[in-house]
């Protein structure tokens, strides 16, 4: 098995600190294994209770307070996990366990994307099939997974959901589906379809984040740290394991900077919320922030260059040569906007809804009028969009693109939500798919498609299926899908683990071992390289001078 390029000592250090987590998950399950078959045979009637008694008792002889026993497991936790402590390792298990099944998908990842275990074949895009394949998916989920809502939406007890979270998870699934299919079919045609796709996600980001602060006026660092690790935990070890930049997954980057800036405007000075003015002083303000960096030239150089070693990005297979930050500017540029109208469309939110409960009341006749010119303005500014802008090639559209995405989006949320039964429909089966979308799209770069090398864009089919494309296509989707959502239920799992809620003393803890864990680990894998280089050369000469 060759491997693409020598081995980084990030690789070494993810590997370093991996085996110990590993080896601590399995002495895990053998403890907990030995304690089931001893408790089931030499004490089956003592119960749970008793014991529990029995070990308090034991620690009062010892001289321990239950509290400080409390206080010694939380302090200590790192200290037990070296020491092998059997308790800790049982109360941990599973959290090692899904440390463990993480690790083993970066290591599938890493032979995936940087070994030639298996094969890579190219892509190829066929108009019929793509949307046979796309229209398929719809039947199914149709047929499967048509479901009716009835829960209330989170601003007024009214079951007339606008906006509600099943549509939005579903939307998203909708667009993960196309975008996913984009890549893998290499779908040219579609790109314009692709950058609305995107610029709904960010308006999402805009519309939910808003919301949330908003409403549940929740500005904790704990709540916001976990956000931020979930937007970012895996693709940060993605990069490290396949030497990828940050910028190669730009949705990251951009999603993590939108939802950044949500929180900065809502935070800041955040008693005032209430105050109609304020918030649109807050966002005018967003807005000036985004004109002064995107429009007026030079500011953005100054303003991003200190963040160069996060977002710089080089194609090594592209034939023009950008300079390093001309990616972010190119990415986050052409959704600059829609986050903001995704501000203000929360914003307004309640209102609207109190419109659309009037419109409901109203006596038929008016209702279906009122509805029918809604949807008919819908329908012919969407058909203008569509002719006059959408249908530009890719470059001219993309200039128009930060200014005109909010048309498709408007048009879009308009006719979903026109009827009651419409807007309680979803299928659950597209929203189920909505759930991960990040998670997809990450591992769609090295397990469903394929770069080979550091930095480059999936430029190839993953093979596993030699000489069968739609077989190829079939299994690699199974076991993408599943990885996926693995993943993402992983990462819901270490969220507590490494971000604790509410409690800012074991968070501060957390991260500063964490800090301390990640250097301590990159030292020795630079130190164990280097001697390994070492007997390279070493053998190397030797063999020379024979
Ligand atoms: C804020 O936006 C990010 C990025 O889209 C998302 O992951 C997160 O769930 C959002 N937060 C809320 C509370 O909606
Ligand atoms: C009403 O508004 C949009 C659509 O989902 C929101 O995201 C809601 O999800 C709902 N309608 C649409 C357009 O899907």
Partial sequence: MEISGPITPGQMAVLVGFIPILLAWMYAEALEFWNKSRQATVNPTVPDILLKEEAKKQLLESGLSPESSRAYKQKAGLFRFFMMDKDFLLDNRLTLRAASEFGAFLVYFY????????????????????????????????????TIHHDTSPFSS???????????????????????????????????????????????????NFSYYYVRKDFSLARFYQMIWRLNFFVAFCCIILGNHYMLYYICPMHTFFTLMVYCSLGILNKYNETGSV????????????????????????????????????????????????????????????????????????????????????????????????????????????????KLEKYTYNRYHPYTSWIPITVCICLRNITQEFRSYTLTLFGWLGKMTLESYIAQFHIWL???????????????????????????????????HRIFILTNKLKPAMIPAGDNKQLLFNLISGVIISITLYALSLVLLNLMNKQVHYAHASNLNK
């Fill in 450 to 484: 394929r770069s080979g090398k550091p930095d480059a864009q999936p430029q190839k089919l993953l093979s596993i299926v030699p000489n069968y494309p739609m077989l190829n296509f079939m299994l690699n989707t199974i076991i993408f899908v599943t990885v996926a």
């Fill in 158 to 208: 009214k079951p007339v959901q606008y906006l509600n979270r099943h549509q939005t998870e579903e939307w998203k699934g909708w667009m993960q589906v196309l975008f996913v299919m984009y890549h893998y079919f290499n779908a040219k045609e579609t790109y314009n379809a692709i950058r609305v796709f995107i610029a709904a996600y960010v308006w999402m980001t805009g519309f939910g």
């Fill in 279 to 390: 918030i649109a002083i807050k966002i005018a303000a967003c807005f000036l922030v985004i004109v002064a960096v995107w429009e007026i030239p030079h500011v953005y150089d100054f303003v991003w260059a200190p963040f160069t070693f996060l977002l710089a990005y080089n194609d090594p297979d592209a034939s023009r040569k950008y300079p390093p930050m001309h990616e972010w500017n190119f990415r986050a540029g052409l959704d600059r906007y829609i986050w903001i109208l995704g501000m203000i469309y929360a914003y307004f939110h309640p209102m609207v809804e109190g419109w659309l409960e009037k419109l409901e009341q109203t006596e038929v006749k008016l209702r279906t009028l009122i509805k029918t010119c809604i949807s008919a303005i819908c329908l012919v500014v969407g058909y203008l969009w569509y002719q006059y802008i959408y």
């Fill in 111 to 146: 032979l995936c994307d940087r070994t030639d275990l298996f094969g890579e074949s190219k892509k190829n895009y066929n108009r019929d099939l793509f949307f046979f394949l796309f229209f398929l998916l719809i039947i199914v989920a149709a047929m499967t997974s048509l």
